[in-house]
């Protein structure tokens, strides 16, 4: 029997060899039970999607082994565990990188046209797309790969146009005219979380308007307005001021000249004007700003766009029409200087929004748009995160401090735009009469106008915000809303024709959806909290309330939540604790770093920094220390193989049954035995209760003191002592004797190895490649499951909470009589290293202790099988003393114990001389170039203070240790 596990530890292979493994197995598909009978308690969890052109970055790399380490625990645990993968389609995302590619070509997307535009970026998507899952799957993500999606799948594009018609069926869905962020580049509107502001030195223009006197004619006074996009003034259509404000009472009812453009203006009364901003008016642009929108609404004025979606201004602008809007801005500056209208420049910090993907500056826009309106969805999306009349949340947040967050936002919320001017994405299936000009909006796509049956209809060309679909996934990757159709009502299909996805059976297959909904836990960024999480929360709570409870009765608001717990996981900052950034180039890259060091130690390095509400900072030195713990598993298993098999050869073999469980030994076995099980026990039990509570930090930390502080230091060390006992007893020795001594030494063999077999399940989800690796070594090819993932997670005998534990287990026996042998040896090594002692030398060495504080100590060391387990592992030949040490002996005193050790150093003499000697050399050079360079003048001129000085510390120092070895060679013996 030989246990296949090569000499040295190579991730790489190990690691390529597993992941492809796990995919190619399918081993975590987990479909939904066809037998209602099959209960298992399940836990689902969605992945953010990442954009079908993202690459993997350290924040996905904490995130999705946060993910998976859960995931494969409540697997391990018993759970019907689904983690479910998929990317986003990413419209502004993906859109820019083709855009950019056909730029490269020389052309443009309208060149292209809409359709062969949108063909292409799926040509782009099936070559380049999804690169991203590839790397999961090499890093061992263990999701359902059977159910990955693409969120402009056919199926999820029908949940899309069903929650769109849905919704506006319901009155939830409107198209009005609205003050956008729009960006020029992009040529779109963007919602404001897509908005990135900073801070920029700009300047405040000061413009005079003239007032218009009875005749119509400028008379000689001017109102003075400020602005900080003088361009704008292009669309004034008034002049507004405070009703009360007293510098301006004999204007009221005026009207004023618009320069440049010779527009007649009215001056406006509005108490939103600021008595002391500026000069106290305000010019009105209402298709330029959304201040300006509001107010003239409440005045009833029209609206002037004067740009067009590029930025350019358009024929509205006058004589500045086809100028981009910073020419024009320079142009009319100096048009309003030249005819002596400019009042000031004065220099002006402003908060300047950016588009977050393009970085160009946004520019307020009045266009038509789509909305939800957001009551009543947020009301519903407050409840569920409030506490119910039970007390009891639907959803709860971790840390916890991010339900304030989530809930101020949701109770400050504004209509949500929900078209964006791409063609990448869902298009709005709403399409525009030409004859009544009214929209029809519809699940197929009609032939005609359901108001006047013109056959004269277009589609809308706008499509919807990427996170109106992405908001959808938790009811639509679970097969909404098919299955909720029903006959005979037409099976949804994006185009007429057949239904993509059959009728019959899919049509009312709801297991997915009955078992899976809501999912058990999000686990996410803050970033996203408003993108994402709370659109997810607000569409999930609205459609699948609408589905009935499995056992048909009506689902409850607190049932229909997407989820049932949000954790928002830290940020991976670099060594500095600085955010990466590509501009800082201070980005860590993770494939690199796996490659570097291999995924399981980068994971673990990750989760032994990784708690709620605690950003992490990458140290790469760290994941040294954690490649060293790999290496040392890999020798402890390798040093297990090598007992295993030499006592194999000898016809003694561990106890196959005894594998699988949690180990568990009797009253009699010997200490080391009954102390590492307990030890298991007990880091089991904490390694539980810290991943209910997401400290991953605490898990990952006592898993590894168990392994290299309990199990490597010291039961290996004891344990070797069992094993290697001479098969050849003493000359008459008897046949039971030798029996005993056989069956002592299967019985060590089987603690050892199945103490080492779950631990290896206990470490599994945080290092799954080298578990898994060394878990098929172990069971030499013929184990008893597919995968070490598919097996039971240890379960602790300690229940109860942290304290509980840790008291139980602190009362435990052998934890008591370990920490004996563990204190008095490790007391003896200090003290024969203070001695010098030689490693090797065995020495003979006494343990006092006193009736009054050592009783414990004494009471274990008066065995001869304590004494024996100190002797062997402090190579010492232990007495013990009933008495406090006496004053002349050299002594290490402990609490309840003093060591003293029997030791004459000796002293080659020769060798002594040698040594000291070559150290006197050195030591005079020292000095003569030290006193060299301070007699030096020139130097001393120059040199600053403190390095004189500390030449002249390091000089002293040098003769001190010089006189030393003088006076110790002095006193060598002669020889
Ligand atoms: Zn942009
Ligand atoms: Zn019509």
């Not at 060091?597 to 920094?609: H, Q």
């Not at 003191?705 to 290697?724: A, H, M, N, P, T």
């Amino acid at each position: 029997m030989s246990h296949d596990l090569p000499k040295a530890y190579d991730p790489t292979a190990i690691e390529d060899h597993w992941a492809e493994y796990w995919v190619s197995e399918k081993l975590f598909a987990q479909p939904a039970p066809t037998d209602a009978s099959e209960q298992a308690e399940q836990f689902s969890i969605l992945l953010p999607p990442p954009n079908v052109t993202g690459r993997l970055h350290m924040g996905h790399m904490l995130n999705q082994t946060e993910m998976d380490i859960l995931t494969r625990w409540r697997r391990m645990s018993g759970r019907r565990a689904l983690w479910l993968p998929g990317t986003d389609h990413a419209g502004i995302a993906t859109q820019m990188m083709v855009e950019r590619q056909l730029v490269s070509e020389g052309k443009t997307r309208q060149e292209l046209g809409r359709d062969a535009f949108v063909e292409r970026v799926w040509e782009w998507k099936r070559h380049y797309g999804g690169a991203i899952l590839d790397q999961m799957k090499r890093l061992g993500a263990s999701v359902d790969w059977q159910r990955e999606y693409f969120t402009m799948d056919e199926n999820l594009s029908v949940a899309v146009r069903e929650a769109f018609v849905r919704l506006h069926e319901q009155g939830l869905i409107y198209r009005g005219a609205y003050i956008v962020n729009w960006c020029p580049r992009c040529q779109t509107a963007i919602s404001d979380l897509e908005v990135v502001h900073d801070e920029q030195k700009g300047h405040l223009w000061e413009i005079k308007y003239p007032v218009l006197g009875a005749d119509g004619k400028d008379s000689s006074e001017f109102l003075t307005v400020a602005t900080t996009r003088p361009e704008t003034m292009l669309g004034d259509v008034a002049v507004a001021i405070h009703p009360q404000d007293e510098r301006y009472l004999h204007l009221h009812g005026k009207k004023l000249r618009l320069p440049l453009m010779n527009r007649e203006i009215p001056i406006v009364l509005d108490e939103w004007v600021s008595l002391d901003f500026g000069t106290g008016a305000v010019k009105v642009t209402p298709a330029h700003d959304p201040n300006d929108f509001a107010l003239g609404e409440r005045h009833h004025l029209p609206s002037i766009n004067i740009m067009d979606p590029a930025g350019h201004i358009n024929s509205e602008g006058g004589a500045y029409a086809g100028l981009d809007r910073y020419p024009a801005r320079k142009k009319i500056v100096s048009d309003l200087e030249e005819q002596g209208l400019l009042a000031g420049i004065k220099d002006h910090t402003n908060n300047v929004g950016h588009c977050d993907r393009c970085k160009t500056v946004v520019e307020p826009r009045l266009s038509t748009q789509w909305f939800v309106k957001i009551q009543p969805l947020a009301e519903k999306a407050i409840a569920a995160v409030k506490p119910g009349p039970d007390g009891q949340k639907a959803i709860r947040f971790t840390p916890e401090q991010y339900e304030k967050t989530y809930l101020n936002w949701m109770e400050n919320i504004h209509d949500w735009c929900i078209s964006r001017q791409l063609w990448w994405g869902h298009r709005i299936p709403a399409w525009h009469c030409a004859d009544c000009h009214k929209i029809t909006v519809a699940r197929l796509d009609p032939a005609a106008c359901a108001h006047c049956g013109s056959a004269n209809i277009t589609q809308e060309t706008d499509v919807l915000d990427t996170w109106f679909s992405s908001g959808l996934l938790p009811v639509s990757v679970l097969g909404w809303p098919n299955f909720a159709m029903g006959a005979p009502e037409p099976a949804l299909s994006l185009s007429k024709g057949p239904s993509p996805l059959g009728t019959g059976e899919s049509t009312t297959n709801r297991a997915d959806f009955d078992t899976f909904y809501p999912t058990s836990l999000l686990v996410t960024g803050f970033d996203i909290l408003f993108f994402w999480v709370a659109r997810m929360i607000m569409l999930g709570c609205w459609f699948a309330e609408d589905v009935p409870m499995p056992d048909g009765s009506k689902r409850k608001p607190e049932d229909a939540v997407p989820f049932r717990e949000v954790y928002i996981h830290a940020l991976v900052r670099d060594a500095n604790r600085e955010k990466m950034s590509k501009t800082k180039g201070n980005v860590v890259d993770p494939i690199e770093i796996v490659k570097q060091f291999g995924t399981d130690a980068v994971r673990i390095t990750l989760d032994s920094m990784a708690s709620p509400g605690t950003d992490i900072a990458f140290i790469v030195a760290r994941t040294e220390g954690y490649r060293a713990f790999a290496n040392k598993i890999w020798n402890a298993a390798r040093f297990l193989f090598m007992n295993v098999d030499r006592a194999a050869e000898i016809g003694i073999t561990a106890d196959p049954a005894a594998l699988g469980k949690m180990p568990t030994v009797g009253e009699d076995a010997p200490l080391e035995a009954r102390w590492i099980v307990a030890e298991l026990h007990a880091t089991a039990a904490k390694v539980n209760q810290s991943l209910e509570s997401y400290r991953y930090d605490d898990a990952a930390n006592t898993i590894y003191q168990f392994f290299w502080g309990s199990f490597c230091d010291w039961y290996l060390e004891i344990v070797k002592l069992r094993l290697d006992f001479p098969m050849d007893g003493p000359a008459g020795e008897s046949a039971s004797d030798q029996a005993s001594k056989i069956e002592g030494r299967r019985a060590a063999l089987t603690t050892l190895v199945s103490v080492f077999e779950a631990f290896l399940r206990l470490l599994s989800p945080f290092m799954p490649f080298i578990t898994e690796e060394i878990w098929h070594a172990l069971y030499d090819g013929n184990p008893p499951a597919r995968s070490i993932a598919l097996t039971g997670y240890p379960k602790s005998c300690y229940a109860g909470d942290t304290t509980t534990i840790r008291l139980k287990h602190n009362y435990d026996q052998s934890v008591i009589e370990m920490g004996v042998i563990q204190n008095v040896v490790t007391a003896l090594r200090s003290h024969r290293k203070e001695c010098g002692v030689p490693e090797k030398e065995v020495v003979p060495a006494t343990v006092y202790c006193t009736e009054k504080d050592g009783s414990l100590t004494a009471g274990y060391l008066a065995s001869e099988s304590g004494r024996k387990l100190c002797n062997y592992l402090a190579r010492v030949d232990l007495s013990l003393r009933m008495e406090p040490p006496p004053p002349t002996e050299k002594v290490r005193s402990e609490v309840g114990f003093a060591v003293a050790i029997a030791f004459e150093a000796t002293v080659d003499v020769a060798a002594e001389r040698e040594r000291l000697t070559k150290e006197i050399a050195k030591y005079e050079k020292g000095v003569a170039a030290a006193e060299r360079q301070l007699g030096n003048e020139a130097f001393l001129a120059k040199a600053p203070a403190n390095v004189v000085g500390g030449l002249k510390k390091q000089e002293a120092e040098t003769r001190l240790l010089l006189d030393k070895a003088r006076a110790a060679l002095g006193a060598l013996p002669p020889g």
